[in-house]
């Protein structure tokens, strides 16, 4: 157990642990009394690789993990974006993990249209807030000087487009109903019409 450092609480059942993963080295905050009895730490996703070594999946689990993680050299982060299967282990996000090295596709695209990889601090933001839309034109990049600068300016981004939803509510082109804001039914077939002669 590598036990980095103790920090105190108003009681002792307070107490946390900075603890070291004794595989992967990563640090993580645990309650002191479980790291104090514990023989020794293995982070999650340490523990987890660990628990899988040596076993065999069945054929249909092997057809399933597959069908999950990769569709043509792409597979789904889980939260939304898509990550690319890619070879270049010069690349400085690339991970060589055992289903291969993937990188975030909106990542590689505004790299690609940078000609430079992406900076610690830059964060990218998907302009219509869907994060399966890589197309250059709905990406935005936030350049703040530290990483948590950049992640201050996209929320204020997504902020903006809360405030300005408020804003059309009041002006009553947006109505809530049903749980959500959205147009109002009366304005809709005007909206169309004007969307048509703008595209």
């Known amino acids: 157990m590598l036990i980095e450092k103790i920090i105190e609480g108003k009681s002792t059942n307070n107490y946390k642990a900075k603890v070291k993963c004794e ?4 640090i993580r905050i645990i309650k002191w009394w479980t790291a104090k009895i514990s023989e020794e730490h293995i982070c999650r996703s340490c523990s987890t690789t660990k628990s899988r070594i040596g076993k065999k999946a069945s054929e249909q689990a092997k057809k399933n993990m597959s069908k999950a993680q990769r569709k043509n050299g792409y597979r789904s982060q889980g939260n939304g974006y898509k990550a690319i299967l890619i070879d270049n282990k010069e690349h400085p996000r690339y991970r060589n993990t055992k289903g291969g090295g993937y990188i975030m596709e909106h990542i590689l695209i505004m790299e690609e249209n940078l000609g430079r990889y992406l900076e610690k601090n830059e964060l990218i933001h998907h302009i219509d807030k869907n994060k399966l839309n890589n ?11 530290t990483l948590s600068d950049s992640k201050k300016q996209h929320q204020l981004s997504h902020q903006s487009a809360e405030d300005l939803t408020i804003y059309l509510y009041k002006l009553g082109i947006v109505e ?19 969307a048509a002669k703008l595209l």
Do not use: H, W
């Not at 595989?23 to 990563?26: L, P, V, W, Y």
């Open 135 to 145: 197309n250059i034109n709905n990406l935005y990049i936030f350049k703040g000087k």
């Open 176 to 194: 809530f109903k049903d749980g959500i804001y959205k147009i109002r039914e009366d304005l809709n077939q005007d909206i169309a019409t004007l």
């Open 23 to 26: 595989i992967c080295s990563n």
